[in-house]
């Protein structure tokens, strides 16, 4: 059977981007597809920080439903916004291959650290990091897309505002530490000390459960190494959160065939810290972001999740 896989995406310019992507490449192994914008609660609704809006996988729940209706075949998503279990009926098709994984500050004019300084970022794992390492500093609450987060840096008093450097370079916004966007010119500097979400800067392709004609396609797409290091990220993340949003950073890379993994939860003022760091063979990693994350549970984090669980409600 051939049909015209339809690839639904949200319709912000970096998602796009992702979606094309995936377009081009299975449309270079013969596929005719076609692509489906839709705008996602996460884009329509952003004067609320996201942990207020209560909603498990806000960018992607009206992709979701779009597939179960049948709308679209398969979604693509930063993989970093999918929640870790996904609805009934759709199942993870394809990992592309990761991009840069750090987070970067962007700002008009180099800071003075010491001095009083204001960061916007609309992450809770983002303010408590920076928290953690600036404790006199403030944090603001930033959402929109990438150039709605840019404009408005350039229309505040902030300090700098933090983004995903991939997000950057994949919409031709950042290169050489320079911001190149008609709305913000500035310098990105990148913060090598800030562990990434989990899945940070890879991208994600889902499909229904039974169309295999669509996950036969996309299995095509998939990086062994990215869907390895994004599995254990996840399980990790998964395991700690259960259900509640919360400051937790990881990160895993693998070198020859051992698995480096750092994994962090923060209070949500950043003051307390808890970290795992943790190898393991390829061939022994069944499990292990589970057991990364029962290492920040045993020492201190199960108290701290309830902590913070509790002052989300408030």
């Known amino acids: 059977m051939s049909k015209t896989i339809r690839i639904g995406t949200r319709?912000?310019?970096?998602?796009?981007?992702?979606a094309k992507t995936v377009q081009k490449q299975l449309e270079e192994l013969g596929y005719t597809t076609t692509l489906v914008p839709v705008k996602s609660t996460g884009d329509l609704v952003l004067d609320k920080p996201l942990?207020?809006?209560?909603i498990t996988g806000?960018?992607?729940?009206?992709?979701?439903?779009?597939?179960?209706?049948?709308?679209?075949?398969?979604?693509?998503?930063?993989?970093?916004?999918?929640?870790?279990?996904?609805?009934?009926?759709?199942?993870?098709?394809?990992?592309?291959?990761?991009?840069?994984?750090?987070?970067?500050?962007?700002?008009?004019?180099?800071?003075?650290?010491?001095?009083?300084?204001?960061?916007?970022?609309?992450?809770?794992?983002?303010?408590?990091?920076?928290?953690?390492?600036?404790?006199?500093?403030?944090?603001?609450?930033?959402?929109?897309?990438?150039?709605?987060?840019?404009?408005?840096?350039?229309?505040?008093d902030w300090t700098g505002a933090i983004f995903a450097q991939a997000g950057l370079e994949r919409i031709n916004l950042y290169k050489?530490?320079?911001?190149?966007?008609?709305?913000f010119g500035g310098v990105g500097e990148e913060l090598d000390w800030m562990i990434p979400?989990?899945?940070?800067?890879?991208?994600?392709?889902?499909?229904?459960?039974?169309?295999?004609?669509?996950?036969?396609?996309c299995a095509k797409l998939n990086h062994t190494t990215t869907a390895l290091c994004t599995h254990i990220e996840r399980e990790?993340?998964?395991?700690?959160?259960?259900?509640c949003t919360a400051p937790i950073g990881a990160l895993a890379t693998i070198k020859e065939d051992i698995i480096t993994f750092c994994g962090v939860l923060f209070s949500l003022d950043g003051q307390t810290k808890i970290e795992v760091k943790q190898d393991v063979s390829i061939s022994h990693s069944q499990g292990f972001g589970t057991d990364c994350a029962l290492d920040i549970l045993d020492n201190g984090g199960r108290a701290l999740m309830k902590e913070i669980k509790t002052n989300l409600k408030k």
């Open 11 to 18: 319709d912000s310019e970096l998602a796009l981007w992702q």
């Open 51 to 54: 942990y207020e809006l209560g």
């Open 58 to 156: 806000i960018f992607t729940k009206t992709l979701d439903v779009a597939m179960l209706n049948g709308t679209v075949d398969i979604a693509v998503h930063s993989m970093k916004d999918v929640p870790t279990a996904l609805p009934i009926g759709i199942v993870q098709a394809a990992v592309l291959e990761r991009a840069n994984t750090s987070d970067i500050l962007v700002h008009k004019e180099a800071p003075d650290y010491t001095q009083k300084c204001t960061i916007a970022t609309g992450s809770l794992r983002r303010q408590a990091q920076w928290l953690n390492k600036y404790p006199n500093h403030n944090t603001t609450d930033l959402r929109g897309n990438v150039n709605t987060r840019l404009q408005k840096l350039a229309d505040s």
């Open 176 to 183: 050489d530490r320079t911001i190149n966007s008609p709305s």
């Open 197 to 217: 979400a989990p899945a940070q800067g890879a991208m994600v392709v889902v499909a229904l459960e039974d169309d295999n004609y669509c996950k036969t396609a």
């Open 236 to 243: 990790f993340l998964r395991t700690l959160e259960g259900g």
